[in-house]
C-alpha cells in the first residue's frame, strides 16, 4: 500500500464518486460503522451492493462530506491499512479511524469506521 492509493482513497470520496471508491472492495465485503447504524438502521453492511446503497444515503444525508487526511500506517504482514482523517459530516468535524482489511489479490474484504470525538 503506499500514498498514492491513500490520496486516490481520500480524493474520491471528496469527490463523492462512490464508484471510484467502491473499486476498491469485494463484492462479499463486511464494513462496520455507527454511522451506518444511524444512516440504515444497522451497523454492518455486508456486499458491496449494500454498501453502495448505505454510502449513497450517507452522501444524501451529509452532502458537505469533506474528508482531510492526517496520516496512514500499512501493516505487511496483516495487509491492513489503517487511514486516519477528520471527517466533515453535517456541519461537524469528527476524528475518524478507518481500518481496511486487503486480501490477496489487493481488494478490500471488510472494513470498519471509528468515528471519535467531534472537534468542531
Known sequence: MNAAFVQSWISAWNRHDLDAVLTHYNESVKF????????????TIESKDALRRYWSKGIEAFPDL???LDHWVW??????????????????????????????????????????????
Open 75 to 120: 501493516d505487511e504482514q496483516r495487509h491492513e491499512l489503517v487511514i486516519v482523517y477528520s471527517a466533515r459530516l453535517g456541519g461537524t468535524v469528527s476524528r475518524v479511524c478507518e481500518i481496511l482489511c486487503f486480501g490477496s489479490d489487493g481488494i478490500i474484504f471488510s472494513g470498519e469506521a471509528m468515528y471519535g470525538a467531534t472537534l468542531s
Open 32 to 43: 462496520t460503522s455507527p454511522k451506518a447504524q444511524e444512516v440504515v438502521g444497522k451497523s
Open 66 to 68: 469533506l474528508f482531510e
